[in-house]
């Protein structure tokens, strides 16, 4: 074992302990601020209500989801049961439920800080920008810190207890089964939410995106929680854990080293923890600066904490080489360099939005055309980024020894996830603000407070940008380093049963090539049948919408007894959701299982690359484009082009509704979709070497 | 030398003759028919005029753009001219130019004959179905016949005079560099004109597609000529030359074998040419039949006769092994495949489209998710296929010996285009009797021949659907064996530099996953590129439009002596295709040439297999949403969901606009997208070996 391995064990969970303690402060920081408001009280409590609903409903289908992949764990993995070992199984599946928990903890509690926090940053919208924002930030700061809190404990006490890192891929698995559902999941609720009350309020009737008659308000704002606070929080705990665990496989295979190179790995997480800390203890609104330059220098200062401090450990402990620390510098760097060339194609200052905000003149074919190509042109810098990243935490690290050039890449991850504490804190900022928004309008507080709460909505979309670009190019990263772990675990099992040994994925290989075709394919159906799932559940909801206005007398017309049955829609989104949500999940690790009975280890080489590959590019895509149509909308909404109700107008609403599946339910859904796929694989490349047909 | 090899150069050219002596014959039969309507010889002669106008102006600027590709090639291809041979650079030249020059022959007269045949099929129309089919198809039967002939022809004159297969690649690139051009050209050229017309004629002014006043209506229908006849043609040349050239240059490497490699790849070409003329030659609407059932019974019986004729070859030929005629059996196989599952996406009578149609109803946002759901969902099953196709001729012809496998896989996409005369004739149907449609609305040829003019256009849309499919197909196993092709032509300089050889691109190299990402991301950005070079040049047009009907008295109102300046409409379209085209090509090479000098040989190899895999899955979803988009349109103006001028009509105008430039302008161009890139990259293996960064 490593020398200092144990010190940072401990660390690892002290600093997590930390992050808690600090996580429960800002929770009560936040509890403390008053709400007198008696509607924003009520409208909150709604959303609150519809929230949990959906979360207890949603969990317990994950639950019976997560109990009978437990079984099949159990029978199966990492080898089959009957001629395996018991033990080994039983803590997979334990490995593999706690990660589920942990997932849905982070959850859970993301949720109940973010129904608390939104009707605070509303009330404190009176008070002005600043006290607002630091309301809005710590209610999300809280989720950030638990999450990565949550797994790096886990982590460490995965790893410390079993001490196999086989098992720590069960624990990822756990968390990215379960992000994927509550991705998927909580995508297709919020979208369902937003498109029916956009469809029904904005365009059919003229009203304001948060008036209180529309029947779908509260889903609206109920779907901003589910989707990208909970959510969001299970995918970058998903991404998070799978860095670190492929990482720690990787090292765990790089035997007899006189490098570091576990510790080095919980090393960097603490300190990305620390520095993140950091920054979310500093961020605020100063004089003269704005909620967007608040969000994005706190996220510049944690950037050059990280990178000090890991150059200091590096210095001081034996066996930290530099070599890594530039994989992780470069992973970082790349990650920035993500979200700025991202910004760039979604922000409404600059160009691209402006230029598609024109072409919406001639109408919405031509909002959804060049929203198409700018979307699509927008990937490459992304790709060139983390392609580039590649390369450059290969080279660094190839000469360290052999199998550390691939280490080098997992690094690259590591470090670009180093500030997802940070991160996730921008990200879950941005629906309590846009929550805020709602209940500012709802509760009647007036033009001055929701300028206010405006502009910090718009800044959490600003930002938005930047942290998807950033979970995408990280997930780029991870998966390369799942695809290193899988031949690592390919190979161990080869070894055991006495066949030659994998050197690579050659695409002139036919297996391989069979593999990549058919893993390309899959984010495309993947994603698709996300789309068409809130297709037909916005279907399902416009109906019911309808029919309320058509039943209850006086609702079209505002009169103050007539209440909307907001429950309704919410129980159509979430019943919705929760049908739609298995069948996509289930066709990726389906077709994975399929191709690897088929085609074996090469098969899935190949399959894993190819998910990666249009998996990134679609995702992209998605997100940008989605991002690009919703800030083009805004910026017409703004007097552009015609302003409100003219026909560039109409045509940015049709491609902002286009984009909200794209970017909020499909994009960044791929992600997760491509970790789970890579961990399935890994998991049963046992299996895979055993029995298949053609391998 | 293979024993029967000049026995099948020979027959190459008679072959050739053959078909073009029966193309000379279709032709004239077509020109016998009479016109007797004033305004439809009017009008036709205006489409001809615009078209020549058009291909004039096209192939200068092409001809600059050939000449300067001909002064480099010869400087430094295949070797740099001052330490090489000065004779094989320049046959290398000769090559190139005869490619060129052949595939705007094969252009030129395809043109001229569907501008012929497009007026004689309105008139036959007012004769019935039967003689209108048959003046329209063949009129298109021309076009196939030549474009086939002159492919067969060029190959197996380049072989014979310079037995080198590397000058083929030249002929190849020749081929496939002017068909980027001309397919990306003529396609901003068609979906410009289609979407000016339809935003100014359909939308703004409700009124018919091919109502004369409209100033951009003769512009349309040169634009089917220009797009669909003229770039569709060099597009399947370029596909069947590289095609064959692939197979070429493996069989080439493969010596000292007991097979007659070169023999089976003319003896099929040859054989699919004579099975092509006779599903020609027999082809019509019979009793109780249609349009469509007549097009794909022609298919059907061309692909058993070729199956046959190839079967009795392989037993008379020494050396033509059975494993081959089962790689070609079952490439030609899954192109029907595809060809049949492209249909099911795409068809009107098929659930699919009525789901769309049905989508639109709630607008249009709903017509543009659901078809970019089914589009990507349908390119699963063509993914599918071309891997499995890949693996099975792979694993037929591995036995064969060493390099037989890509050798099969060759084969495979010979067998897939070996019915492309009969694919050609097909596809060249469509825009002959789309602008037959018009002619006769022009020429008030009265109901029922509009009618008929009508039937025979929806065949030629159903039959478009499934000859794309069948040609995206061929271009995913042409270019996986270019890909083997480039392999051995980097080989062939490694070996000379001393340097240890490729076995093959292992993803897990970094230079190689470097190549890939950047690979995949250029088909979405060169799509992009003409996708937004439509958009401004729609741009364009409409302003013209909206002038002409401002300035010109009477013309909106359809005045007799208020005539509007079509040709101002056809030369904004020119000069905008011309000025767009050049860049997003050059992009694609210029990328490619850079990823070879950064990162070598290895990163190529990734770049091209990045390329193809991306640009299957982008053109098979962009022309299949396209295809469906515009069948969902017709669904509704056929009376469904309220018919034309409902709410879900005016989505599915929509839906129809975004897909004009995704199914004609971007898809079909990355075929040839893909091919270049190849071809480039195989021509410079040299180069890159040499003077690489990283490689």
Known sequence: MEKNLSLFYGLSILTAALAFFFAAYLYLWVKRQRVQNARILEVSQLIKEGANTFMQREYKVLAIFAAVMGVLIFLLLPSPVWHGNVLQNASMVAAYLAGTVLSAIAGKIGILVATLSNSRTAESARKGIKPAFLVGFRGGAVMGLLVVGCSLLGVAAVLMLTGDSTVLLGFSFGASSLALFAKAGGGIFTKTADVSADLTGKVELGIDEDDPRNPAVIADNVGDNVGDVAGMGADLFDSNVAAMASALVIAQSLTGSRYANLSMVFCYAILGLLASIIGIATARVGENSTPTRALNSSTYVTTGIFLVLTALATLIFDGFSWRVWGAAATGLMVGMIIGITTDYFTDDTKPIVKRVAHASESGAAFTVLSGVSYGFISALPAMVGIAVAALIAYRLCAPMGEGYAIFGIAMAAVGMLSIVGMIISNDAYGPIVDNARGLAEMGGLGEETIRVAD???????????????????????????????????????????????????????????????????????????????????????????????????????????????????????????????????????????????????????????GNIVSGLLISLFMSNAGGLWDNAKKYVEAGNEGGKGSRAHKAAVIGDTVGDPFKDTAGPSINTQITVVSLVASLLSTLFVAFSIFG
Do not use: W
């Open 455 to 609: 502009e910090l909505d718009s800044a959490g979309n600003t930002v938005k940008a930047i942290t998807k670009g950033f979970s995408i190019g990280a997930a780029g990263l991870t998966v390369i380093s799942l695809l290193g772990a899988f031949m690592s675990e390919a190979n161990a099992a080869l070894a055991k049963d006495g066949k030659p040994l994998l050197t690579g994925f050659d695409v002139m290989n036919p297996t391989v090539f069979f593999g990549i075709l058919i893993g390309a394919s899959i984010p495309a159906v993947f994603s698709a049948m996300l789309i068409l799932g809130v297709d037909r559940n916005a279907q399902r909801m416009v109906a019911e919408i309808h029919r309320q206005f058509q039943s209850i007398p006086g609702l079209r017309d505002g009169k103050a007894d007539a209440k909307p049955e907001y429950g309704r829609c919410i129980d159509i989104a979430t019943t919705g959701a929760l049908r739609e949500l298995i069948p996509a999940g289930l066709m990726a690790i389906l077709a994975t299982v399929i191709v690897g009975f088929i085609g074996g280890p090469s098969a899935i080489g190949g399959f894993l690359l």
